[in-house]
């Protein structure tokens, strides 16, 4: 009976942490997995976690996706995917041998600095798929080796000058495909089985609808105090990035 009510316990924890991680990455094109991965590791243990959030995500952002399908930037999203995808299975094998917390401490730095100039107005990027593919090319390796892609791929797609839904939809577009590819060479190393994918599609489940009720929110909020809102997130989250990796 114990192990029974601390099961579901760990279920409704994981649907509310789900919901929360859905409507954030939704309101801000990030910040989902940063908030599920701590709490599912808590739960499962981090060799377990990874690839049970890469499934919550993956279906997360394709549900993005889809909800904002003509509103996608087709052409800059697959200029962004053509170096990321290779990418991000070379990061995948390199998993476990990675350097994790270093390079995490660097990236969560890296951000912050991209996100305070952008709010100073100081970052302009060309309008040119060098851009995207350069873009994808960072974002692509460092999500394979340390599952971070949605502060990367949306500090990218953040310089486009989007409206909010393009954004998000555009993001969730190429993070979508990014999983997938994270996901197969997964699965290849044998850390993908069936109770990992049956916990996976629950929190996604969830994830989901946090997904519908914040992207509802944002297609009527100005574009030009939105960039500035999710510059300012990134600048939050990649301090909790940090200081979470080190404590």
């Given at each position: 009976?114990?192990?029974?009510?601390?099961?579901?316990?760990?279920?409704?924890?994981?649907?509310?942490v789900?919901?929360?991680?859905?409507?954030?990455?939704?309101?801000?094109?990030?910040?989902?997995?940063?908030?599920?991965?701590?709490?599912?590791?808590?739960?499962?243990?981090?060799?377990?976690?990874?690839?049970?959030?890469?499934?919550a995500?993956?279906?997360?952002?394709?549900?993005?996706?889809?909800?904002?399908?003509?509103?996608?930037?087709?052409k800059?999203?697959?200029?962004?995917?053509?170096?990321?995808?290779?990418?991000?299975?070379l990061?995948?094998?390199?998993?476990?041998?990675?350097?994790?917390?270093?390079?995490?401490?660097?990236?969560?730095?890296?951000?912050?600095?991209?996100?305070?100039?952008?709010?100073?107005?100081?970052?302009?990027?060309?309008?040119?798929p060098?851009?995207?593919?350069?873009?994808?090319?960072?974002?692509?390796?460092?999500?394979?080796?340390?599952?971070?892609?949605?502060?990367?791929?949306?500090?990218?797609?953040?310089?486009?000058?989007?409206?909010?839904?393009?954004?998000?939809?555009?993001?969730?577009?190429?993070?979508?495909?990014?999983?997938?590819?994270?996901?197969?060479?997964?699965?290849?190393?044998?850390?993908?089985?069936?109770?990992?994918?049956?916990?996976?599609?629950?929190?996604?489940?969830?994830?989901?609808?946090?997904?519908?009720?914040?992207?509802?929110?944002?297609?009527?909020?100005?574009?030009?105090k939105?960039?500035?809102?999710?510059?300012?997130?990134?600048?939050?989250?990649?301090?909790?990035?940090?200081?979470?990796?080190?404590?």
């Amino acid at each position: 009976m114990q192990n029974f009510n601390i099961m579901n316990t760990s279920i409704i924890l994981l649907s509310i942490v789900g919901l929360m991680a859905g409507m954030l990455s939704s309101s801000i094109g990030f910040g989902g997995g940063m908030l599920l991965l701590p709490i599912v590791t808590s739960v499962y243990g981090i060799e377990v976690a990874v690839p049970v959030c890469t499934i919550a995500q993956l279906l997360s952002n394709a549900s993005r996706a889809v909800i904002g399908w003509k509103s996608i930037e087709w052409k800059k999203t697959l200029w962004f995917l053509l170096p990321s995808i290779p990418l991000t299975a070379l990061g995948a094998y390199g998993f476990s041998i990675a350097p994790k917390n270093i390079m995490t401490i660097i990236v969560g730095f890296a951000l912050i600095l991209f996100a305070i100039q952008k709010l100073r107005g100081k970052l302009h990027f060309p309008q040119h798929p060098a851009t995207m593919v350069v873009g994808g090319c960072v974002t692509g390796f460092i999500n394979g080796m340390l599952s971070i892609s949605g502060p990367l791929s949306s500090a990218v797609f953040l310089t486009l000058d989007l409206s909010p839904v393009s954004y998000i939809a555009s993001e969730a577009t190429a993070a979508t495909v990014m999983h997938v590819v994270k996901i197969v060479v997964y699965g290849k190393l044998n850390l993908v089985n069936e109770h990992i994918i049956i916990a996976g599609l629950g929190i996604a489940v969830a994830m989901i609808v946090g997904n519908y009720l914040a992207m509802r929110f944002i297609k009527n909020v100005d574009k030009k105090k939105y960039q500035k809102v999710v510059a300012s997130c990134m600048i939050l989250l990649s301090l909790f990035l940090i200081i979470s990796t080190m404590c």
